[in-house]
Nanobody, 123 residues
């Protein structure tokens, strides 16, 4: 079991930036890939980006060029940096961790989830 805790959310003006952190604890060696998802009120959970330990990284088209996933392995922490934020980026953001295999763009590929953190972008 991997425990994930997101921090860094809040209210930001459109055009601004925000960095979310995802601190992992527990059996971190069990998982191969981590991802960020988001869910706006009344909408389904949406893939934001993912990264695995071999260096592969991918992003949703809606955030490509504005989002960067990175990690600090010494701290067991992953980050999502979002630039040029838009009102439509407002959502609850979740980090997730999963083993190898599965479709990385689907929430079903991830067994461990953080509690979520709110990001609100004011226009």
């Amino acid at each position: 079991q991997v425990n994930l805790v997101e921090t860094g959310g809040g209210l930001v003006q459109a055009g601004g930036s925000l960095r979310l952190s995802c601190a992992a604890s527990g059996r971190t060696s069990d998982f191969y890939r981590m991802a960020w998802f988001r869910q706006a009120p009344g909408k389904e959970r949406e893939f934001v980006g993912a990264s695995n330990w071999s260096g592969w990284t991918t992003y949703a088209e809606s955030v490509k060029g504005r989002a960067t996933i990175s990690r600090n392995d010494a701290k067991n922490t992953a980050y999502l940096l979002m630039n040029s934020l838009k009102a439509e980026d407002t959502a609850e953001y979740y980090c997730a961790a999963g083993r190898a295999g599965g479709f990385p763009y689907s929430p079903n590929a991830y067994a461990s989830w953080g509690q979520g953190i709110q990001v609100a972008v004011s226009s």
